[in-house]
């Protein structure tokens, strides 16, 4: 097992390549050797607040150039960073205070701060922060104190269908791992401008810093705000060559895009993972910018990342979104748990170094989920569907919540979803499968059609059986903070509807 602790990522690029930047926001801008003297600073003032090895630090500050030293510095304290997204509900920030007992709150959100304080939780702000950053003192540990590879580093909280939140335990050596897993694939370069408008609460957009971190890249840390009518302008001005992509953020690239007189950004590779990319809009994108690469990804907070595409590999293998990581496998199990042959639908397990511990104060899920089978490393049972081909390319069915019925047909949510936006006129679409009993799925549509329009249209592109019974046309589609189709509150709508 691999013996290296997350901070070894920052030195060793520190080390080769001192000057070069390592990341800035559109205002600030901080080499690699700024990065790494900060995380060492900043380490030291975490341990004389009292951070010891194992603890949780909540961090929910803006991202911005100041926050790849701060996670980096956690770890370098032996500390775990709990990266969270405000402003959130109250209830929702309250439940990960209760449930990571963080040692230490960083933020400036007076909602979280107040909620800490209640909890007798010590909270520092932004200001103190840096000012720890550019003026403390000697950040290294005292002997024999610091951290193993196989101390955890990381919480994740990851949202499931039905409850609050629960956290995925990641230590320093699965991290790595994954990190240098998925670098051999996706092999970003030293010259490379890395432009994240992920949320860092979003393990695709968290794992940016480590990846750029490896490359030796520049990381261009964008606000989330980037995402609507400014998103083509910075990345033109940040120079961008990888955008890590969800569709939500494709689709409207391409109508950025498709403006008269639009710039053209400098981008070389967009990656996407999160939820299944539809090929019209990567058609699009790639009529729009011809020296474009596209490698598409399928992954779980669970093992960060299961199989990445070969560059451009979706155009020859329509419906396939990977093969898995160096040094691991996918193979799928039927509903006794057997290991099934190539090209034979089930469940998708995922096996080797990058299956995280399990779930945080959650030993019954973990069990359920993450199984060691043989050898020394659990197996994730996923709860997705799908088949690996004798190739070795996995091809998503779906989320086992995401499979109904539909007219005594088994349907896939995500299967019409891309049917859906393969209709001329639909700009974006999710479904929503039938609840509370109700007869039918519901298809939720950004389109200048009306309901009746696309559900005909659908019929040229999906079998009859597998058409939902209803169609709703919004003017926009709610998204989580992460991008993906919310539908939960596909489903307040239509409660609402029905109401």
């Known amino acids: ?188 370069r030293p010259d490379d401008v890395v432009h994240d408008v992920l949320p860092s609460s979003f393990d695709y957009g968290l794992y940016q810093i480590f990846l750029s971190t490896v490359a030796g890249a520049r990381l261009h840390l964008g606000d989330p705000a980037e995402t609507g009518g400014r998103l083509l302008v910075s990345l033109v001005e940040s120079g961008a060559t990888v955008l890590p992509c969800v569709p939500s953020l494709a689709i409207n690239l391409l109508r950025l895009l498709g403006r008269p007189t639009a710039p053209r950004p400098p981008l070389r590779l967009l990656t996407n993972t999160g939820a299944a990319m539809p090929p019209e809009v990567l058609a699009g994108l790639r009529r729009l910018l011809p020296d474009l690469t596209v490698q598409l990804m399928f992954g779980l907070t669970e093992c960060k990342r299961a ?70 490393f659990p197996q994730l049972h996923t709860g997705d569907h799908g088949l690996v081909d004798a190739d070795g390319y996995v091809h998503f069915g779906g989320r086992r919540d995401d499979v109904y019925k539909e007219k005594g047909t088994r349907v896939s949510a995500t299967e019409v979803e891309a049917a859906a936006y393969r209709v001329d006129g639909v700009d974006a679409a999710g479904v929503l499968p039938p609840v509370d009993g109700h007869d039918g799925a519901t298809l939720f549509v950004v389109a200048a059609l009306t309901p009746g329009d696309v559900l005909r249209r659908l019929r040229g592109q999906l079998e009859e059986m597998k058409v939902p019974a209803r169609c709703v046309v919004l003017p926009d589609l709610p998204l989580t903070g992460n991008g993906k189709v919310d539908r939960r509150a596909l489903a307040r709508l239509a409660g609402e509807r029905r109401g």
């Open 1 to 188: 097992m691999s013996t290296e602790l997350l901070p070894d990522l920052l030195d060793a690029t520190a080390a080769a390549r001192p000057d070069a930047p390592a990341v800035d926001d559109g205002t600030t801008c901080h080499t690699y050797r700024e990065v790494r003297d900060a995380s060492v600073r900043l380490a030291g003032r975490l341990r004389a607040d009292g951070v010891r090895r194992g603890d949780r630090v909540l961090v929910a500050l803006p991202t911005d150039a100041a926050l790849p030293a701060l996670l980096y510095a956690v770890a370098r304290a032996g500390a775990v960073f709990v990266v969270v997204r405000t402003p959130a509900p109250d209830v929702a920030l309250a439940h990960v205070l209760d449930d990571a007992e963080p040692a230490l709150v960083l933020t400036d959100d007076a909602a979280l701060g107040d909620l800490a304080r209640a909890r007798h939780v010590p909270v520092r702000g932004a200001a103190d922060l840096a000012r720890a950053a550019a003026t403390g003192g000697d950040g290294d540990a005292p002997a024999g104190s610091g951290p193993l590879a196989v101390d955890p580093v990381c919480l994740i909280y990851t949202s499931g269908s039905t409850g609050m939140p629960k956290a995925v335990v990641s230590t320093h050596a699965q991290v790595t791992f994954a990190v240098r897993a998925i670098q051999s694939e996706l092999r970003y």
């Open 307 to 376: 199989a990445i595409m070969p560059p451009d590999e979706d155009l020859r293998r329509p419906g396939a979104c990977g093969r898995a990581l160096p040094g691991t496998e996918i193979f799928t199990v039927d509903a006794d748990g057997r290991r099934q042959p190539a090209g034979v639908t089930g469940e998708l397990v995922v096996r080797g170094p990058h299956v995280m511990a399990g779930y945080w104060r959650r030993p019954e899920l973990t069990d359920k989920r993450f199984r060691r089978a043989h050898g020394l």
